[in-house]
């Protein structure tokens, strides 16, 4: 029969409290001193002979009021030191004891927490069942302290059936009223996937706090059921539990881009006065920037009374992420003009916008500044510095950070296995990815979708076959893109029956519009368009040529098929077209010459209320270029200009090859001379085209020089080269 001990306060209370704590730490072999831990005397002997004493002291004056009781005064120790210290020390205060006689198994419990050794901690928690168990057997009834520490496990080690059955002694002995240990379920079954559960859970608390709300959200957004989340976020908010919640609940309205949703919050947040502590406005900055509202970013960070590093770069990454690369170097020089620190989360913001920009000698500054500070020891900065150098078409210095990292991780190695492989260094690339594995890393999806273009692009159709099989070993043939970068791989190979496999499992294991795009893709590659009408036919049967994401692909299929005129039919059947649907149309119709009609879609592009974007100027400009349109050429790209799209590589290649083909070479060389960055090596072929065009040695030349640095094993420019000699 269980039975729940309660400790009087009486003068035998210590001694009862001390003789069931030294029976549990005897009987696990976790002594605390020399395990005579019986009076206030040895007590006092044990507290003020152990080095950490000043620790303890500081961390019990610092505690609230309502919280200076043992087991909360133990959970906040940082080891098991501590926690004897911690144990030492309530003995000694008279107002700091237990009141639960299992107290002491709540302490043990802290000790998987406190190892350093991996192994230890897996065989501790192992033990601490045990020590679970032996409590149930011994007639002692677990408390509302006992189970969340018991479920804690259960969710580390994802111990679910043990799990299950806490929870069913919890509710046997009603516990399941208890706020804490709700919470901590929700967690537990958030853990393994079972989101009915952790729902039921939820909807079953009788009381909710403020961790409560957060953990179901949390549950839901880790799962990436977003929209699941948003339906506990605007249930919050009708029950007046929204207050102390903003933080929390911003990121998930982020990730769906749903600015209305943010709005409200924002109301409500200036309503309730929220809009003043410099927390909530760093989260509305972000969250504004996550859903490419870039005027109310910038006007809520103009609205903040205080600000911090994390105001800055919330502001550096939003216009990083949304395209504004002049303005987050900007915000950068006044972060620094105003004397804020700058840390990893800065940097790694701040490269890619000088990747964009072409700044590369301003890159190579801020790595010397990362070695002066330090930084150069954080992983995230130097996966950036590793990118950098890789999208600068630094290879060798990207190798060369990379081979100088104190520690990787899975990031490291992807983002050089990508650095490889778009640098044409495609057996490098293999080579790594099997380094990587003999370093016990395994590789991703992500790792894998990487190297396979690279595969396809020297025609190692057995090297892609083996990283396919090896997938299927490891279990990342399961994961969407990877079976699309597959199922394309094989068509680049023409082997269509194994990319036809590949797809259809995608479809037996229910993936969705993803595996249509990913096979359309392929098929788009090779310019099979047969095979291509099929999986159209197919789409259409599953209902899936309506979705945007589908129709887009299908459009580049037929387009890059030379049938332009399905493409129109395909387009002119999409109710709510995108920005891709129209720029996919003006490349289609410039690729096969009829211009007009491609400058025609560009400016009915705006009239169906779509905006212009960068690619869209690209369209245009090449379509432009290849039907010696210059004057129409300059005028759209100052309208870029005047619409503050910054100018990309592909921009000015576009301008030098427009200009180029039409003969005005000065004009040409002197855009490339004048540009705000190092040119790269589309803006060099595009002036190397034009020189074998026109017969001119000498700037052909000069063009080559330049390329062939950053491009020295490009077979493609060769031949035009000997055409300029």
Not at 117 to 125: K, L, N, P, R, W
Not at 173 to 199: M, P
Not at 375 to 383: A, G, I, P, Q, T
């Amino acid at each position: 029969m269980f039975h729940h001990v309660r400790i009087p306060r009486t003068a035998s209370r210590l001694a009862i409290f001390t003789k069931s704590f030294q029976t549990l730490t005897e009987s696990s072999s976790l002594k605390l001193g020399d395990g005579n831990f019986v009076d206030l005397v040895s007590a006092r002997k044990m507290f003020d002979e152990m080095p950490q004493r000043d620790s303890v002291r500081k961390m019990f004056d610092e505690m609230p009021e309502r919280d200076k009781d043992l087991l909360s005064f133990c959970v906040n120790a940082k080891s098991l030191v501590q926690t004897q210290q911690a144990h030492a020390f309530a003995i000694i205060h008279d107002d700091v004891q237990p009141e639960s006689a299992f107290f002491a198994f709540s302490v043990s419990l802290q000790h998987p927490y406190s190892s350093s050794d991996d192994d230890g901690v897996a065989d501790d928690h192992i033990f601490t069942f045990d020590v679970y168990n032996g409590m149930l057997r011994s007639g002692v009834v677990p408390d509302d302290h006992t189970f969340p520490f018991v479920l804690k496990l259960c969710t580390d080690y994802m111990e679910v059936k043990k799990g299950l059955e806490v929870h069913g002694l919890l509710m046997k002995l009603g516990f399941d009223y208890d706020v804490s240990v709700n919470n901590t379920l929700l967690l537990f079954y958030g853990s393994f996937g079972d989101l009915a559960g952790a729902r039921t859970v939820f909807n079953e608390m009788p009381k909710r706090d403020l961790v409560s709300w957060n953990s179901v959200i949390r549950v839901f957004s880790d799962s990436k059921c977003y929209f699941e989340a948003i339906g506990v976020i605007k249930e919050m908010f009708l029950l007046s539990e929204f207050k102390s919640n903003v933080v929390s609940v911003l990121p998930v309205c982020a990730v769906l881009e749903d600015e209305i949703m943010v709005s409200e919050i924002h109301c409500y947040g200036i309503k309730v006065g929220l809009d003043c502590q410099v927390s909530v406005g760093n989260a509305f900055v972000d969250a504004y920037g996550t859903c490419l509202n870039v005027k109310s970013s910038m006007r809520v960070f103009d609205e903040m009374v205080e600000r911090n590093e994390v105001s800055w770069n919330a502001m550096i990454g939003t216009f990083a992420h949304n395209g504004f690369n002049s303005h987050a170097l900007e915000s950068f020089r006044f972060m620094i003009d105003e004397g804020w620190r700058v840390n990893s989360t800065t940097i790694s913001s701040l490269l890619p916008v000088l990747v964009e920009l072409g700044k590369f000698s301003k890159g190579r500054e801020v790595h010397g500044f990362c070695l002066r500070t330090g930084l150069e020891c954080d992983v995230f900065v130097v996966n950036a510095l590793i990118d950098m150098y890789a999208k600068s078409e630094r290879s060798s210095e990207a190798s060369a950070v990379f081979y100088n990292m104190g520690s990787r991780n899975v990031v490291s190695w992807n983002t050089m296995v990508a650095n490889f492989a778009q640098n044409r260094r495609e057996l490098e690339s293999i080579g790594l990815v099997r380094e990587m594995q003999s370093s016990g890393e395994t590789p991703t999806s992500v790792t894998l979708t990487n190297v396979l273009p690279a595969c396809a692009r020297i025609g190692c159709l057995r090297s892609g076959m083996e990283i396919h099989a090896r997938s299927i070993r490891n279990g990342s043939v399961t994961d969407l893109f990877f079976s699309n970068a597959i199922t394309d791989m094989y068509a680049k190979f023409d082997c269509l029956n194994l990319a036809k496999n590949v797809f259809d499992m995608s479809l037996r294991d229910e993936h969705d519009t993803v595996s249509f795009v990913g096979v359309l893709s392929a098929c788009a590659t090779i310019s099979a368009i047969k095979q291509g009408k099929k999986i159209h036919a197919f789409a259409v049967r599953r209902l899936f040529h309506e979705h945007l994401f589908v129709s887009n692909s299908l459009l580049d299929l037929y387009t890059k098929c030379g049938r332009i005129d399905l493409s129109r039919k395909v387009f002119d059947r999409i109710e709510n077209r995108d920005v891709a649907s129209w720029n996919t149309m003006i490349l289609g119709y410039g690729m096969l010459g009829d211009l007009y009609t491609a400058i025609d879609m560009f400016e009915a592009m705006r009239e169906d209320g779509v905006e212009h974007d960068s690619v869209s100027y690209i369209a245009v400009l090449s379509a432009c270029s290849h039907g010696g349109l210059v004057d129409k050429g300059k005028k759209y790209f100052n309208d870029m200009l005047a619409r503050n799209i910054e100018p990309s590589q592909m921009h000015y290649a576009c301008m030098v090859d427009l200009l180029g083909r039409s003969g005005l070479m000065d004009e040409a060389t002197n855009l490339i001379t004048g540009l705000p960055f190092t040119p790269d090596s589309n803006v060099w072929a595009a002036l190397l085209g034009a020189s074998r065009l026109h017969g001119n040695v000498d700037l052909g030349s000069w063009a080559a020089e330049h390329f062939l640095k950053l491009q020295p094993h490009h077979p493609g420019y060769y031949t035009p080269l000997k055409y300029v000699h």
